[in-house]
């Protein structure tokens, strides 16, 4: 299955339109957004996840295995406070052992060839969207399954996310039968 389009993705920024500053906008409740990115060490946790399962996929490996080998996927860059590294390394593995210990998890996983980290570019109403999709399982000629993983508390934005990456995957693979899984891990389960 190759994608439809091999041209080099489009890497012009995407429109910004400018704020407005019209008096009404200015309100004080108007001038900070909500801030719906969770804490840098929760997104980290989940690169981490990513990361363990792009290098050993559903592994065997014992916890303090999985623990150690986190330590050595963090990169220097991405310490920011030493004293939470334990946790933030112990939430990781309890993340990857919560997604490895899901029956319906490993069978999606498993079900044919994997592809990691899968990068695009698109336009979804007029506006540019870039991305990266944790991991494209191909089941069968011309057929997908888009996996996202998340972990720390569901979002709604999370499903959304989910829906424009599988529209931009069928928009990448006309013809395919693309579907999609949002995976949340937990401290000690995994759901679809």
């Known amino acids: 299955l190759e994608p439809a389009n091999l041209e080099p993705p489009n890497l012009e920024p995407p429109n ?3 704020p407005n500053l019209e008096p009404a906008n200015l309100e004080p409740a108007n001038l900070e957004p909500p801030n719906l990115e969770p804490p840098r060490s929760s997104r980290l946790a989940g690169t981490l996840v990513h990361r363990l399962l792009q290098r050993v996929g559903f592994s065997a490996l014992p916890g303090d295995a999985v623990r150690a080998l986190a330590s050595r996927l963090v990169r220097p860059d991405e310490i920011d406070d030493l004293d939470g590294l334990e946790a933030l390394l112990d939430a990781a593995a309890a993340s990857y052992a919560a997604i490895c210990a899901s029956e319906e998890v490993r069978e999606l996983y498993s079900a ?3 592809l990691h980290d899968v990068p695009f570019t ?3 109403e007029g506006r540019v969207l870039r991305g990266t ?3 494209l399982v191909e089941t069968a000629p011309d057929r997908l399954t888009l996996l996202e993983f998340r972990t720390g508390r569901e979002r709604p934005e999370h499903r959304t996310q989910g829906d424009l990456y599988l529209q931009a995957m069928r ?3 006309p013809g395919a039968s693309i579907d999609a899984r949002v995976i949340h891990a937990f401290d000690d389960f995994a759901r679809i």
Request: with cysteine; aromatic share 6%.
């Open 16 to 18: 910004l339109e400018p």
């Open 112 to 114: 044919g060839r994997r």
């Open 122 to 124: 698109t336009t979804v």
């Open 133 to 135: 999709v944790d991991c």
């Open 171 to 173: 928009q990448a693979f």
